[in-house]
């Protein structure tokens, strides 16, 4: 590999994401860390993106509704995590950015460190969203990565205080933001009044408090019969996001008596273009509030459900947002809090555009290392003999990270057995696929009657 330095060669990147949402952020991420330098002339970037193979693994719908995140389709594709560890041996990339969950994370850290390549790539990882749930858990399975973006402050601080809690080197750690924050900033249109409910795919989860959403949702827009209002779905019956979504909102508004009003319409698509026409974002507590607090559009939080840290909605405390559908009914729009907006990064005030000098900095300095320190997690077989294990077996390694017996498979050369074989093995995927996302939520709930 030629010098990390060297700026006559591209710096090469992958990403590696597990779902829609994890796509969208890694990708961006990628980009916002490598948009240019500290001085001099620009390095050319080449990056490319590996789908982890699972029951999130994202749709070329669901790809195309992420948006323009700046890596060509044919520089994307889907892979094992076995086959993704050979890739980064083979490939010698630069950088790698893990979009996953933090159990597929803590996989892949041992699994790179198990093969100790000559010139290991700077790996960068963190969060999609709102962290509000498994905080140690989620962040202890992240530890061993050269760089944990945070994105906020007040997530900085949380995540330094559970690493140097359990004695954890946290000088991984760094303040960036979310990188899909953007858009024009919120202006009112003489005529248009319109309401958009951001759906979650696990959030709430009961048929009755989805099915409760759903009923004031119906009865907002007919108690506004000139206000457009808008579901925001997250995905197609069938497909699955970050989140498992087992009781989908489509299935519950063909249920709705008469059918919905006229000025209620179930919408895809990508979020920034929604919010371009919102004049209320209403929420429990999806990340989509802080894409539209960061333009300055009235945003909401419900607390109709209770503020619960199941909902996530708890995360808000202090916010100014929080409210209900009845005083949405009556004309309520919430005021932000200025500085809950500055701790959350999402402040619209010029400081979004330096957000990421830091993370910059600390890969561009990683990279000038030349020779990386091996890859060191929190967890090893010595201090989670317990737990580790069983999450790098979901990943077909062994205790030591290197593939269990029978996961390393020769790559077909071509041919007709070549061919036959990859037919079968995607025939395979479907089969699993339909199995996780179709067949296993109906088998749940009919356990549940």
Do not use: C
């Not at 990708?27 to 699972?54: F, N």
């Not at 000025?263 to 929604?274: A, D, F, Q, S, T």
Request: hydrophobic share 40%.
């Amino acid at each position: 590999m030629a010098p990390r330095t060297d700026k006559t060669t591209a710096l090469r990147v992958a990403v590696l994401a597990d779902s829609d949402t994890r796509w969208k952020w890694g990708a961006l991420t990628a980009r916002r860390l490598t948009a240019g330098d500290r001085g001099g002339p620009a390095q050319r970037v080449e990056i490319s993106g590996l789908l982890l193979r699972g029951r999130s693994t994202p749709t070329p719908r669901q790809l195309a509704e992420a948006g323009d995140v700046g890596i060509a389709s044919d520089r994307v594709r889907e892979v094992t995590a076995v086959e993704f560890l050979h890739e980064v041996r083979d490939e010698g990339y630069d950088v790698l950015v893990l979009a996953l969950v933090g159990g597929a994370v803590q996989a892949m850290l041992h699994g790179l460190a198990a093969l100790g390549p000559a010139a290991r790539p700077v790996v960068v990882t963190g969060y999609v969203g709102v962290v509000y749930e498994k905080l140690a858990d989620g962040l202890l399975l992240r530890h061993g990565a050269d760089v944990v973006l945070a994105n906020s402050r007040h997530d900085a601080e949380r995540f330094r205080t559970v690493y140097e809690g359990v004695g954890a080197d946290a000088s991984a750690v760094t303040e960036a933001a979310l990188p899909f924050l953007g858009g024009e900033p919120y202006r009112p249109k003489e005529g248009r009044d319109t309401v958009v409910f951001a759906a979650q795919p696990s959030v709430p989860a009961s048929r009755a408090e989805r099915t409760y959403l759903l009923r004031r949702l119906v009865e907002h827009a007919r108690l506004h019969p000139d206000r457009e209002v808008l579901l925001k779905l997250r995905s197609k019956p069938g497909e699955h996001t970050t989140h498992i979504e087992e009781i989908p909102y489509q299935r519950l508004a063909e249920r709705i008596p008469g059918g919905p009003p006229p000025n209620l319409r179930l919408v895809y698509g990508h979020m920034g273009e929604v919010l371009d026409g919102a004049d209320l974002l209403v929420t429990v507590s999806s990340t989509a509030a802080l894409e539209s607090l960061h333009r300055r559009i009235p945003t909401a939080v419900l607390t109709d459900l209770g503020v619960r840290e199941a909902l996530g909605n708890h995360h808000f405390i202090g916010s100014g947002l929080l409210t209900s559908w009845d005083h949405l009914d009556g004309g309520h729009r919430p005021e932000p809090d200025a500085g809950w907006l500055a701790r959350q990064g999402v402040a619209a005030d010029g400081t979004y555009a330096t957000a990421y000098d830091a993370a910059r900095a600390r890969v561009e300095d990683l990279l000038a290392v030349g020779r990386l320190p091996a890859i060191a997690p929190y967890y090893t077989p010595a201090t989670a003999p317990g737990y580790l294990p069983g999450i790098l077996a979901r990943h077909h390694l062994g205790p030591d990270g290197r593939p269990l017996p029978g996961t390393q498979r020769p790559r077909e050369t071509g041919g007709l057995r070549g061919a036959v074989r990859e037919a079968v093995r995607e025939a395979a995927r479907g089969a699993y696929r339909q199995g996780v996302q179709r067949v296993a939520p109906v088998i749940r709930r009919m356990g549940e009657l």
